[in-house]
């Protein structure tokens, strides 16, 4: 007597299988429900039939489960191509619950460029099972992403107390020489190896209970010697407010990083299009030498849910090769309306807010255009244009598109309308 290895909630169970006979459910990936398995029950097949419909189950199985990539629709910007990255995150080589490999995998499957393994060096949880080895979960890696043509990157997490926190260094050549008892002496390891060095998580209710990010003596010092970088605006599914204008005030390189450590869909559902935090990097080429001259050149923008936060240099570009406006085929008669389309070529929704008025015409005051959705754009007269045609600047802000803390980009959207004598 064997058992069919179909048990689980909502399944077949663990049924009896008399030899000679199998269960129809083991043709995974065949199109029949469970009212058909019900009704047939047992099917009689000699055994060379059953072993065949096993293998044939597998490959039904593997097709119907491919590996696929789903890329992230961000345009590039004039001069630089805009690559997604993700340089925090862990393995089981510290405190995380996946192999190393399955970190190029994830990767490349939600439309990642470059990754950066940081596993923590002073948190070793699983030490007694795998041998503490500040390398080798990047030795893994980078062979993973090597064949998939994702960018991995060596790195660490240096896990301290605050201040000054737990800080990132990636662009390493050998992890294990941060293993020391000061902090300083593994940022200037760190340092010494040319890393780019970052502040992690500044508001983390680990260190901060009450989740408000604060900026000490001791990253002034790290600012000063030239190692601090950039800081984490966006952890997890946290933002920074303060970590965010501290960047534009010190000159410091934003990023936006998952700091994953479960099975990446476990905490993002990505087949409902929920996405990681992602680091945009705007490099002059994709290797791991554009990334990094272009992360010491502080030339990213942070992606994160349905927001964007950047600089307005690199946020305004990418607004221009996302927003295309289709102008209205009608004419307006009085006060009565025409519609222009407004669709969207990124996956980044873009939310307006008017800004202002202009006089001739009114428009929509707030109005959302969906990533990769076209939306109706509605204007209508005042009754105080004559006849002709006139191009209108519409004054709006995106407000979910931070250049600032609180503060959307401006934007102006020109629109040509064509009047008729009422």
């Given at each position: 007597m064997?058992?069919?290895g179909?048990?689980?909630?909502?399944g077949?169970?663990?049924r009896?299988i008399?030899p000679?006979?199998?269960?129809?459910?083991?043709?995974?990936g065949?199109a029949?429900?469970?009212?058909?398995?019900?009704?047939i029950g047992l099917m009689?097949i000699?055994?060379p039939t059953?072993v065949l419909?096993?293998?044939?189950a597998g490959?039904v199985?593997l097709?119907?489960h491919?590996?696929?990539?789903t890329?992230v629709?961000?345009?590039d910007i004039p001069?630089?191509l805009?690559l997604?990255?993700?340089f925090?995150?862990?393995?089981?080589?510290s405190?995380?619950k996946?192999?190393?490999d399955?970190?190029a995998?994830?990767?490349?499957?939600e439309g990642l460029?470059?990754?950066?393994?940081t596993?923590?060096?002073?948190?070793?949880?699983?030490?007694a099972?795998l041998p503490t080895?500040?390398n080798?979960s990047?030795?893994i890696?980078k062979?993973a992403?090597?064949?998939?043509q994702?960018?991995?990157?060596?790195?660490?997490?240096?896990t301290?107390?605050m201040?000054?926190?737990?800080?990132?260094?990636?662009?390493?050549?050998d992890a294990?020489?941060l293993?020391?008892k000061?902090?300083?002496?593994a940022?200037?390891?760190?340092?010494?190896?040319?890393a780019?060095?970052?502040?992690?998580h500044p508001g983390?209710?680990g260190?901060?209970?009450d989740?408000?990010?604060r900026w000490?003596?001791?990253?002034?010092?790290?600012?000063q010697?030239g190692a601090?970088?950039?800081?984490?605006?966006?952890n997890?599914?946290?933002?920074y407010?303060?970590?965010h204008r501290w960047?534009?005030?010190?000159?410091?390189?934003?990023?936006?990083?998952s700091?994953?450590?479960?099975?990446?869909n476990l905490?993002?559902?990505v087949h409902?299009?929920d996405h990681?935090?992602?680091?945009l990097?705007?490099?002059r080429e994709?290797?791991?030498?554009?990334?990094?001259?272009?992360?010491?050149n502080?030339r990213t923008?942070v992606?994160s849910g349905e927001?964007?936060?950047?600089e307005?240099?690199?946020l305004?570009?990418?607004?221009e090769?996302?927003l295309?406006l289709?102008p209205?085929?009608?004419?307006i008669?009085?006060?009565?309306r025409?519609?222009?389309?407004l669709?969207n070529?990124?996956e980044?929704?873009i939310?307006?807010k008017a800004?202002?008025k202009?006089?001739?015409?009114t428009?929509p005051?707030?109005?959302t255009?969906?990533?990769l959705?076209?939306?109706?754009f509605e204007?209508?007269?005042?009754?105080?244009?004559?006849e002709?045609?006139?191009?209108f600047?519409l004054?709006?802000e995106?407000t979910?598109w931070l250049?600032?803390?609180?503060?959307?980009l401006?934007?102006?959207?020109?629109?040509?309308v064509r009047?008729?004598n009422?």
């Amino acid at each position: 007597m064997i058992r069919a290895g179909l048990s689980g909630r909502g399944g077949v169970g663990s049924r009896a299988i008399r030899p000679g006979h199998l269960p129809l459910a083991v043709f995974r990936g065949a199109a029949v429900d469970a009212n058909q398995i019900k009704r047939i029950g047992l099917m009689r097949i000699d055994r060379p039939t059953a072993v065949l419909a096993i293998l044939l189950a597998g490959v039904v199985s593997l097709h119907a489960h491919g590996r696929y990539r789903t890329p992230v629709r961000i345009p590039d910007i004039p001069g630089y191509l805009t690559l997604k990255c993700d340089f925090h995150m862990h393995t089981v080589f510290s405190d995380g619950k996946v192999w190393p490999d399955v970190r190029a995998e994830e990767a490349w499957r939600e439309g990642l460029d470059a990754i950066a393994i940081t596993d923590h060096i002073e948190y070793q949880p699983h030490k007694a099972d795998l041998p503490t080895n500040h390398n080798r979960s990047y030795e893994i890696a980078k062979p993973a992403g090597d064949t998939l043509q994702v960018i991995v990157i060596r790195g660490s997490e240096i896990t301290r107390s605050m201040p000054p926190g737990h800080l990132n260094a990636i662009f390493l050549k050998d992890a294990s020489k941060l293993e020391t008892k000061n902090w300083r002496d593994a940022v200037k390891a760190a340092q010494d190896q040319g890393a780019f060095i970052f502040w992690n998580h500044p508001g983390w209710t680990g260190q901060q209970p009450d989740g408000v990010a604060r900026w000490y003596d001791e990253h002034t010092e790290l600012l000063q010697q030239g190692a601090l970088k950039g800081i984490e605006v966006v952890n997890t599914r946290s933002y920074y407010p303060e970590a965010h204008r501290w960047c534009l005030e010190k000159k410091l390189t934003m990023l936006s990083n998952s700091d994953i450590h479960a099975p990446l869909n476990l905490d993002f559902d990505v087949h409902e299009g929920d996405h990681r935090p992602i680091t945009l990097v705007f490099a002059r080429e994709r290797t791991a030498e554009g990334v990094r001259e272009a992360l010491f050149n502080r030339r990213t923008a942070v992606y994160s849910g349905e927001m964007l936060v950047g600089e307005e240099r690199f946020l305004r570009p990418i607004f221009e090769r996302s927003l295309v406006l289709i102008p209205p085929t009608g004419r307006i008669k009085g006060k009565g309306r025409v519609y222009a389309q407004l669709r969207n070529e990124s996956e980044v929704p873009i939310t307006l807010k008017a800004a202002g008025k202009v006089n001739g015409v009114t428009f929509p005051g707030e109005l959302t255009v969906p990533g990769l959705k076209t939306v109706l754009f509605e204007i209508r007269g005042t009754g105080t244009m004559r006849e002709g045609e006139r191009t209108f600047r519409l004054p709006y802000e995106v407000t979910n598109w931070l250049v600032e803390p609180e503060k959307g980009l401006r934007v102006e959207l020109p629109v040509a309308v064509r009047f008729a004598n009422p």
